[in-house]
């Protein structure tokens, strides 16, 4: 289906704000009582996409699949939600679940690395196919009340497989083209090819956001330098460590090492309240709470020892009191992540 430019899924403009930071979608991580209370902790984020809903066939569908993204457990942070799938019949029905509850916008997934997912023929595991990727989007766009997104890698295992789907996305009114410059099989490993990135940007018809390696405000200056046309940029594993960085590049806040614990350690204790009567027991409780320690640790000095610490609880009791202790002895911020 040709760009029409009078079509009701015209992509958006962006509103003229000179940077706009996006909180990428990690699944177990960010879900909304971590995009909640981030939110009521931590400044900087403009919107976050979703961890991906996998689509379902119609008899397998319940409300429980959108319990992620309930409008209201998201009213501190704009979402918009991510859909992975392949049967074009299956995104249209959850599109439209979406739209009623009041999503505008749904974002598709075609950029996750795991193999399990690639495997079936989702996420990144469509990209070496160009013309299913054209015969989904040919039957989704016509039928969805939403305007549409596209999270994407370079390809699953040939970073060259963007330039054929770069010519199906043109073909389409996508609201914005969010581009992690890896390949699927690379997983995070290596380095984001800023030089693919580039080509992407210079050849998208449509509003670009970069993710990839921002992980502190060196990275970001790098990456701003090379793309001062880009407004949009995604940040995951980088926020993850340091939630102060969002602030830090659009706010240029700075809080100082000690007042960084002290907000950490409320953080910390606000999701683990949060998440007490949500899990069915307290070894899956502190499984979660470790979840977040591989991300934290990398901001302390000593951090690997701290996270080989916390991880060798098996129970909440045991989890509290080695994690008290720590913050007690007095965790030490790393001036630079």
């Known amino acids: 289906m040709p760009l029409n430019p009078n079509d009701s899924h015209k992509p958006d403009e962006f509103t003229g704000k000179q940077c706009r930071l996006y909180l990428a979608p990690i699944r177990g991580i960010t879900d909304w009582v971590y995009r909640t209370h981030f939110s009521q902790h931590f400044s900087g984020f403009d919107l ?84 299913k990727v054209q015969a989904f989007l040919d039957a989704v766009i016509p039928a969805i009340p939403n305007r ?17 789907l770069m010519d199906v996305f043109n073909q389409f009114p996508l609201t914005q083209l969010i581009v992690h410059p890896r390949t699927g099989i690379q997983m995070y490993t290596g380095k984001a090819d800023r030089e693919m990135f580039k ?33 949009a940029w995604m940040i995951g594993r980088g926020a993850l460590v340091d939630p102060f960085l969002p602030a830090a590049i659009t706010r240029r806040e ?42 934290w640790s990398q901001s302390f000095q000593g951090g690997e020892k701290i996270r080989k610490r916390i991880c060798k609880t098996r129970h909440i009791d045991a989890y509290m009191h080695v994690v008290d202790v720590l913050f007690a002895q007095g965790l030490q911020w790393k001036t630079e992540i």
């Open 48 to 131: 976050a996409v979703a961890p991906f809903i996998a689509t379902v066939p119609s008899k397998r569908f319940t409300m429980t699949l959108l319990k992620d993204v309930l409008p209201e457990k998201n009213v501190h942070l704009e979402v918009i939600p991510q859909l992975l799938g392949k049967t074009s019949e299956d995104f249209i029905r959850m599109a439209h679940r979406l739209f009623d509850l009041g999503y505008s916008t749904v974002n598709w997934n075609l950029g996750c690395p795991y193999p399990m997912v690639a495997r079936k023929g989702r996420g990144s595991g469509l990209l070496p196919y160009p013309e």
């Open 148 to 164: 549409l997104s596209i999270k994407t890698r370079l390809g699953r295992e040939n970073p060259e497989d963007i330039h054929r």
């Open 199 to 231: 080509w992407c940007y210079q050849n998208s018809r449509h509003p670009i956001v970069y993710n990839g390696d921002i992980v502190d405000t060196k990275s970001f200056s790098e990456v701003r330098e090379l793309f001062p046309e880009v407004h």
């Open 254 to 295: 700075t809080i100082d090492a000690t007042n960084r614990v002290i907000i950490l350690k409320r953080f910390h204790d606000r999701l683990l309240d949060a998440y007490a009567p949500l899990f069915s027991g307290p070894t899956h409780l502190a499984d979660r709470m470790k979840a977040h320690w591989q991300y």
